[in-house]
């Protein structure tokens, strides 16, 4: 059984604070690893994704990937309230599909 | 492009009634995706199309469910009866390649919200 764990949260975090956003996966053969957010009623986008082990950064974005601890993260600098949603992670194993993790929903106070 | 366009946006139906979901995708995308999402399982892949054709209905919970892609810019998801569990979010997707290992993205469409009571 292919398996995506995250946190539900709520994850709060201040205004400006950083957002540390976690998933493990349970299969050792997946390759690709996705997060997505998704706003309260809309349809998930995607923020980046990451193939290697080490860090990925995009803007206020950084992807971390730990394949040895079968392990993905986000990280979010200068979280803005407008950051706040749900994050899902997902993994895929070469060519097929993705399989979603749950979603973290992340709050940014003002 | 207009993005991949879902109807109905919201629909309410009473249990044992037909309900079908429509998808347009991506003019250009040969690859089509339809996902459940809820809070209990999260965002499932339920079946997916390539140029058409069903590659993987593994996902499709129980014979009640079809989904037909008669030409590449038209989907239909029909869940005939309809049952309570059925009530969900049901989101169409589309991409231009088997999804983001070639390096492509799917769109979602905007989702249609479906209560069976």
């Known amino acids: 059984q292919k398996e995506v764990e995250q946190n539900s949260g709520p994850l709060s975090v201040p205004e400006g604070a950083i957002a540390s956003l976690n998933c493990t996966y349970s299969?050792?053969?997946?390759?690709?690893f996705f997060w997505y957010r998704q706003y309260s009623g809309k349809s998930p986008e995607l923020i980046m994704f990451?193939?290697?082990?080490g860090d990925k950064e995009d803007g206020r974005f950084t992807a971390q990937l730990n394949k040895a601890s079968q392990y993905v993260s986000l990280l979010i600098r200068d979280s803005q309230p407008s950051d706040s949603a749900t994050y899902l992670c997902?993994?895929?194993?070469?060519?097929?599909?993705?399989?979603f993790g749950k979603g973290t929903m992340l709050l940014v106070s003002p | 492009d207009a993005g991949v366009i879902q109807s109905p946006r919201h629909e309410v139906t009473e249990m044992g009634q037909e309900v079908t979901l429509r998808c347009k995708p991506i003019s250009g995308h040969d690859y089509l995706f339809w996902y459940r999402q809820t809070m209990m399982r999260g965002l499932e892949l339920l079946i997916y199309f390539n140029n058409n054709v069903p590659i993987d209905d593994s996902g499709m919970p129980e014979d009640r469910f079809s989904a037909k892609m008669p030409n590449a810019s038209f989907s239909t998801l029909k869940i005939q009866p309809s049952e309570p569990r059925d009530s969900a979010v049901y989101f169409c997707a589309s991409s231009s390649g088997l999804t983001f290992v070639m390096n492509t993205e799917a769109f979602f469409g905007q989702g249609t919200r479906l209560t069976v009571v």
């Open positions: 990451i193939y290697s082990n």
């Open positions: 997902a993994v895929n194993r070469g060519y097929s599909t993705l399989t």
């Open positions: 299969d050792r053969g997946s390759q690709s």
